[in-house]
């Protein structure tokens, strides 16, 4: 096998049990960085306490393991990482691009991009920036009032490995992006931007996060760090056309066939058929056959994003 720096990963969240959708990412990112001789990391993206089910945090190992997938190193896991979170905060806020949002759910329920209304006046005139906040009392001092948004002014161009060119404008498509909640919580796109700018150099998930990337890869910008290749595959529906998800109530793929279920996941991703009869040889075929061109483009739901 040739070296390669090739350093890929998938990075569920521990707050339900594995499902379809998750098994498409999984052998997706898999498989694309196994057919480049290169490394897959299993990062746990455990950052989110309220949302967090315990089981899950042994249950996604297990099933992966049962899938026949093999990572390299140890589990990452994002709760270890609070360090690198509050100094990429830091940047940013002496970069002076943060601010406190007080905006409760309710009063952007309407809003798909946040409204701005809490930036600073002094932030629209050109050369102003806002004052630096305290972002060590937010984070040590639970008042649950304010969020922290950072602000995202630039568009963003990227060249997606399965979808082509996207090009994305902060304010029209994702708007200020929430990197501390209100309940003092590291959100999943300072996370996500900060962990992925560490060493991963190709990501692979689903099409749903086009419009997260563009706002992590503004981020990873900002703080000057280096962005991955990206390449997002299509979301799996179920019959009424939701994208399948925890909160669409996705069977846990643990309760499925395994072989059947991982035939059925390589035919979604539009790859070439073959037969086998146990999990080891699906992998060590699928790993040789896999071709990432042949993945569908998903035109109306990346339209729709
Ligand atoms: N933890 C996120 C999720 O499970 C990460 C997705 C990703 O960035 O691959 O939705």
Redesign the pocket.
Known sequence: MKPTNYIG?????P?GQLHFG?LL?AVA?YADARHNSGRWLL???DIDPPRTMPEAMQQIPHTLKHFGFCWDDDIIWQSKHTEQYQRALQALNEARLLYLCSCSRSMLRSSAIYPRFCKPASTTSRNAHPAAIDVQHKLTVSDNQNAIRVIMDASVSFTDAIQGDRHYEAQKHFGDTVVVRRDELFS?ALC?AVD?ANGITH????SD?LP?TAA?ITIMKQLKLAVPNYAHIPVATNAQAQKLSKQTHAAPIDTMPTLPTLFKAWEFLGQVPFKTSTVESFWSQAIELWQLKRIPRCESICESL
């Open positions: 990963r998938f990075a569920p969240s707050t998750s990412s990112s990062r746990i993206d999943y996500c992925d990501v692979v998930r689903g996060l997260t992590q």
